[in-house]
C-alpha cells in the first residue's frame, strides 16, 4: 500500500482538479483507503471533462462510425483511419486548446498544433498538413481581441512553419460570444500505409515501457483540470497549465518515432498529451487490458526537485511513450539519441490491472486502470431548452428596413472580418513545405493535397457556425455537416468521413447539455445522410467566463477524394456562362447581413434538404468529371452577392466582373430583395462553364433533381446585379482584401 499523504493537502489538490465532495468519496471506495497525492491528481485529470468526456460521452455514442472505407474506428485509436486507397489510409482529427490559448496565446495556439500532430504520427502516418479552426471578440477598437488574435496566429505560424508541416486552410469567425473565450481548434492530417498503423496498446507481459521525447518540467501541469473549468479574472494565475512548445524537437520526434516503429520492434505507443504521463500509460494499459509500473525517478527532468505528483500530471510537450519488444531497449535508445532525444527505460508490463507509480523504491500510486479509463464516472446531465429560445427564433421582417443602397452594403459585408480576404493569416504560414498543396489557399472552397504517389488528391476542409448553432442547435449541427461536405464537392471531391470539436459551455447547465445534445443530433443525422462517419474528435465544454457561455460551436473537419484536377472558385474567362444551382428563399435568419447591417443575432437558420445536398455533391462530382466545371463557389456568409463577388476577386492578379440579370436572380419569385441578394439559403453553389457547354451543364443538372438557371455572364471590370448592385472590381478588392493586417 502507497504511504499515505497529509489529508488537507490531498483534499486542496482534490479541490484543485474539480473533484467533488461525492467523486472523492468514490475514489475513497475504489481505493478502501484515502487516496495519495499522486492518485488524487492521476483521478484529478482523467477523470476531467477534457479527459473523461464524462457529460458528453452518452451523446457521442449515437454517431454514424462505422463505413466501408473505415479503417479504424473513432475511441479505438489517437485518431481515427480512412481507407483512400492504394494501400494508404489518411489519419486525421480535430483538437482544441481554447483555454490555454485565452491565457497564453502564442504558446497556447502553438502546443495545440504540436499536441494535434503528435496524434497523427502516434497512427505511425506521416502528418501532411495542418488546418486552424478559429474563433475571437470583435476585432476593430479591441485591443485585447487584437493580441489574442495576434498572437493566436503567431502561435500556429512559428510552430508549424518550424515543425515541416503546412497549415493549409481553416476559417476565422470573429463574434462578440467568444471576446473572452476565443476558441481555437486545429486539425491535422497524416498518410500512412496499411501496414504501417501502429496501435496505442500496452501488450507483453514484461515488455518495457519506455519514455522518449523532450524532459519534463513543471509547465503544463494539470492542463486538463485547467481546461475543464470556466475562465475567470483569476485564470491568469493557471499560466503554469499552460504548456510550452519546441518545434524543432517536435520535427526529431516525427522522424525518430517514425523510424523506430518501421524497425517492427514497437509494440504500442502513445502521445503523452493531456494528463501528460498519467493519461499515456493508463490509456496504453487499458487498450492493452493489462497492468502497469513504472518508475518516475527515472524520468528525464529539466526543473530539480519535481514531485512524483508533478511528474505524473506534467504536460511538457514532444513527449512519448513506447512499448518495446523485450531486448530491444537499447536500439531504441540509440535510434533516439542520434536525433539528440532522450529514450529511457522507465517500466514494464505487468499481468492484471494495476497501475502502479513509483519513486525509486517507494511506491506512491496503486490504482485500478479500469476506474481510471473507461470506468470513469459518466453523468446524464439535466437538460432543458433555454427560456430564450423561442425569443431569439423570432424575426419579425416587417421591422427590418430594406438597405437604400445594396452596392454600399455589399461592400461593407466584405469588409467584415468573418467575411473579409484572410490572405493576411495565411501568408503568415508556410503553406509550400512537403510540396504537397495543390490549389494556393484562398483559391477554393476546400484546400487540395498531393497524395505523393498515387493519382488520388485529398481534398479538406473546417466548418461551423455558433449563430446558427445559438438559434437553432439541430439544424446548425446539419449546417455545419452539410457546409463542410459541399465545400468539398466545389472542388470535385468525393466526401468520405468527419472529425470534429464540440466547444460548449459548463455541461452543469442544463441549457448547454441541451444545445449539445441538439447539435449531436442533427451532426449525426447529416452525417448519415452523407455516409460520412464520425472517425473520433474533442469534446471542449466549459467555454464560459464571467459574461457567460460561447455560442455552441460544433468545428466540423471532412475529408473527400478526387481523381481529377481540382476546381477552383476564380471567374476564369471573359464571356463564360453564370448558373446558380439551387433555390434561394426569403431567409435572412442568423446571417452576416442581419448581424453586420442591423445589429441583430435573430431568427431561424437556413433549413438544410440532407437529400437535396446529397444530389448537389453527385452533380458536382459528376460536373467536375466531364469537365463541365470552370469554377465553383458556395454560398454562405453573406449570401449570393458576397458569394459572386469573391469568384471576381480570389484571383489577385486577374479579377474579373460579372453581369447578372435581374429577372433570372429573382426567378418569378417575390422575395425580399436583401433576402435575394444577401440571404443564406443552404445547398446553392455558383458555377461557370464555357458558354457552348451552358445546356450540358443544365441538362445534368436536371438529371440530378438539383434547380439549376443561368444568371449571367462573367466579364467587364465591374459586379452588376440588375438595377441593384453595380460595384467596380478594384472597390470591392479594397473593402475584402483591407479588412485588417497583421
Request: charged content about 25%; hydrophobic content about 40%.
Amino acid at each position: 500500500m502507497p504511504r499515505q499523504d497529509d489529508e488537507p493537502l490531498v483534499r486542496r489538490a482534490a479541490k484543485s482538479h474539480n473533484l467533488t465532495e461525492a467523486q472523492y468519496a468514490q475514489i475513497v471506495r475504489i481505493l478502501k483507503r484515502r487516496p495519495t497525492l499522486t492518485e488524487v491528481g492521476m483521478f484529478g485529470v482523467l477523470w476531467s471533462e477534457h479527459c473523461s468526456y464524462a457529460s458528453s460521452k452518452i451523446y457521442l455514442k449515437t454517431f454514424p462510425t462505422k463505413g466501408k472505407r473505415i479503417l479504424v474506428a473513432a475511441g479505438k485509436e489517437n485518431a481515427g483511419l480512412v481507407d483512400i486507397g492504394d494501400g494508404l489510409g489518411v489519419a486525421f482529427k480535430v483538437e482544441s486548446h481554447n483555454h490555454p490559448s485565452a491565457v497564453e496565446p502564442h504558446a497556447g495556439a502553438a502546443t495545440g498544433v504540436g499536441g494535434i500532430i503528435r496524434d497523427i504520427f502516434t497512427m505511425g502516418a506521416r502528418p501532411i498538413a495542418l488546418f486552424d479552426s478559429l474563433r475571437f471578440g470583435p476585432l476593430n477598437g479591441h485591443q485585447r481581441t487584437r493580441f489574442l488574435f495576434e498572437g493566436v496566429v503567431k502561435g500556429i505560424a512559428d510552430y508549424g512553419n518550424a515543425v515541416g508541416v503546412p497549415t493549409v486552410g481553416g476559417e476565422i469567425y470573429f463574434d462578440e460570444t467568444y471576446r473572452e473565450n476565443p476558441l481555437v481548434n486545429v486539425m491535422c492530417i497524416g498518410v500512412v500505409p496499411h501496414k504501417a498503423v501502429a496501435k496505442g496498446a500496452a501488450r507483453g507481459i514484461g515488455n518495457p515501457v519506455i519514455y522518449v521525447g523532450s524532459s519534463t518540467g513543471r509547465d503544463g501541469l494539470g492542463g486538463a483540470s485547467f481546461a475543464s473549468r470556466e475562465l475567470t479574472e483569476e485564470s491568469e494565475a493557471d499560466r503554469p497549465a499552460v504548456q510550452l512548445g519546441d518545434p524543432f524537437a517536435e520535427k526529431c520526434l516525427i522522424e525518430a518515432t517514425l523510424e523506430a516503429l518501421a524497425t517492427g520492434d514497437v509494440v504500442g505507443i502513445q502521445d503523452m498529451g493531456a494528463a501528460g504521463l498519467t493519461c499515456s500509460t493508463c490509456e496504453t494499459a487499458s487498450r492493452g487490458r493489462c497492468g502497469m509500473e513504472i518508475d518516475v525517478a527515472k524520468v528525464p527532468r529539466r526543473e530539480s526537485g519535481m514531485t512524483p505528483y508533478e511528474v505524473m500530471l506534467s504536460e511538457s510537450q514532444e513527449r512519448m511513450l513506447l512499448i518495446a519488444k523485450k531486448g530491444k531497449e537499447a536500439a531504441i535508445t540509440r535510434l533516439f539519441a542520434r536525433w539528440g532525444l532522450h529514450a529511457v527505460t522507465i517500466g514494464r508490463v505487468t499481468g492484471g490491472d494495476r497501475m502502479r507509480v513509483f519513486d525509486g523504491s517507494e511506491l506512491v500510486a496503486d490504482l485500478p486502470v479500469a476506474a481510471l479509463t473507461h470506468g470513469a464516472p459518466v453523468y446524464r446531465r439535466p437538460v432543458k431548452r433555454p427560456a430564450d429560445v423561442a425569443r431569439r427564433q423570432r424575426l419579425p421582417l416587417r421591422a427590418i428596413p430594406l438597405p437604400r443602397d445594396y452596392s454600399q452594403t455589399l461592400l461593407q459585408l466584405l469588409g467584415s472580418p468573418t467575411i473579409a480576404d484572410k490572405a493576411a493569416v495565411y501568408e503568415q504560414y508556410d503553406h509550400m513545405v512537403q510540396t504537397n498543396t495543390a490549389v494556393l489557399p484562398g483559391r477554393s472552397d476546400a484546400a487540395v493535397l498531393r497524395v505523393k504517389g498515387t493519382d488520388s488528391l485529398l481534398a479538406a476542409t473546417t466548418d461551423a457556425n455558433g449563430t446558427y448553432c445559438l438559434l437553432d442547435p439541430y439544424e446548425g449541427g446539419k449546417l455545419a455537416v452539410a457546409e463542410a461536405a459541399r465545400n468539398l464537392a466545389c472542388v470535385g471531391a468525393e466526401p468520405l468521413a468527419v472529425t470534429d470539436c464540440l466547444n460548449f459551455g459548463s455541461p452543469q447547465d442544463p441549457g448547454v447539455m441541451w444545445q449539445l445534445r441538439e447539435c449531436v443530433r442533427g451532426i449525426a443525422e447529416a452525417c448519415r445522410a452523407f455516409e460520412t462517419p464520425v472517425t473520433g474528435g474533442n469534446v471542449s465544454l466549459y467555454n464560459e467566463s464571467p459574461s457567460g457561455a460561447v455560442d455552441p460551436t460544433p468545428v466540423i473537419g471532412m475529408i473527400g477524394l478526387l481523381q481529377r484536377p481540382p476546381v477552383t472558385m476564380e471567374f476564369k474567362d471573359e464571356g463564360d456562362a453564370i448558373i446558380l444551382l439551387g433555390e434561394t428563399r426569403e431567409e435572412l435568419g442568423g446571417s452576416e447581413y442581419l448581424k453586420l447591417i442591423h445589429g441583430r443575432k435573430q431568427g431561424r437558420p437556413p433549413r438544410v434538404d440532407l437529400a437535396g445536398e446529397r444530389r448537389l455533391q453527385r452533380l458536382l462530382a459528376a460536373a467536375a468529371r466531364d469537365g463541365l466545371l470552370k469554377s465553383a463557389h458556395d454560398c454562405a456568409e453573406g449570401g449570393l452577392a458576397v458569394a459572386l463577388a469573391e469568384c471576381c476577386l480570389a484571383e489577385r492578379d486577374r479579377m474579373l466582373g460579372a453581369s447578372l440579370e435581374a429577372e433570372a436572380l429573382a426567378s418569378g419569385r417575390r422575395l425580399r430583395l436583401d433576402a435575394l441578394l444577401f440571404g443564406e439559403s443552404a445547398g446553392r453553389v455558383v458555377i461557370s462553364c464555357e458558354p457552348r457547354r451552358a445546356d450540358a451543364a443544365a441538362a445534368l443538372a436536371e438529371r440530378f433533381n438539383v434547380p439549376a438557371r443561368l444568371i449571367g455572364r462573367v466579364g467587364g471590370g465591374r459586379l452588376v446585379l440588375g438595377d441593384w448592385i453595380d460595384a467596380g472590381v478594384a472597390e470591392m478588392s479594397l473593402a475584402w482584401r483591407g479588412a485588417f493586417k497583421l
